[in-house]
């Protein structure tokens, strides 16, 4: 059973980088698929804030990109999220997910593992 | 790229059929067959329920139905039950990012 889960500091003060951290267990990230980061402010919607493969090839929300550097490490099979600059507007649950497939510059919206997700709430 | 356009709210009785719309443009919904549905109960996670318009993954109830029509999608649930008051998103491929839908809340009555 595909499982993932997220880790990484809960709050973060403005101005500063959040870093998040995906652990994937009961699959090899080396052996396919794409794997991402969603977000949900709370009590609003989702967001896709990017993904990556294997490879290294990335893939970043334009709205999001100047400030996103998605990376994997395949011999940890896991995968990490920082997004520079944070402001209040960056407070969400979020969630990291496997998609099945990207290209162009997005991917299709076919998630079907998710994290549980995590909470990081932007606040001095 | 602008959210998709779903309503805020959709009710219906236990045993009835509901509908979900989903409107985009042709960049998005129109111009793809890759839109997805997601049920998410309060606190937890997604749940892919449809995808590429209409295939349902594995495990995931026939009375969950999706389809399209120009730049509009439909998810449809037939046989409503009291497990399926939940919110629901859909999504589709665009060529420049994977955008949601605004979300709706399904409330069984």
């Known amino acids: 059973q595909v499982q993932l889960q997220e880790s990484g500091p809960g709050l973060v003060k403005p101005s500063e980088t959040l870093s998040l951290t995906c652990a994937v267990s009961?699959?090899?990230?080396?052996?396919?698929?794409?794997w991402g980061w969603i977000r949900q402010p709370p009590g609003k919607g989702l967001e896709w804030i990017g993904s990556i493969y294997h490879s290294g090839s990335t893939y970043y929300n334009p709205s999001l990109k100047s400030r996103v550097t998605i990376s994997v490490d395949t011999s940890k099979n896991q995968f990490s999220l920082k997004l520079s600059s944070v402001t209040a507007a960056d407070t969400a649950v979020y969630y990291c997910?496997?998609?099945?497939?990207?290209?162009?510059?997005?991917?299709?919206?076919?998630?079907?593992?998710w994290g549980q997700g995590t909470l990081v709430t932007v606040s001095s | 790229q602008s959210a998709l356009t779903q309503p805020a709210s959709v009710s219906g009785s236990p045993g009835q059929s509901i509908t979900i719309s989903c409107t985009g443009t042709s960049s998005d919904v129109g111009g793809y067959n890759y839109v997805s549905w997601y049920q998410q109960h309060p606190g937890k996670a997604p749940k892919l329920m449809i995808y590429?318009?209409?295939n349902r993954p594995s495990g995931v109830s026939n009375r969950f139905s999706g389809s399209k029509s120009g730049n509009t999608a439909s998810l449809t649930i037939s046989g409503l039950q009291a497990e399926d008051e939940a919110d629901y998103y859909c999504?589709?491929?665009?060529?420049?990012?994977?955008?949601f839908g605004t979300g709706t809340k399904v409330t069984v009555l």
């Open positions: 997910a496997r998609l099945r497939y990207c290209s162009g510059g997005s991917c299709y919206p076919d998630t079907d593992y």
């Open positions: 009961g699959y090899s990230i080396s052996s396919g698929y794409y």
């Open positions: 999504s589709s491929y665009t060529s420049s990012l994977l955008v």
């Open positions: 590429e318009v209409s």
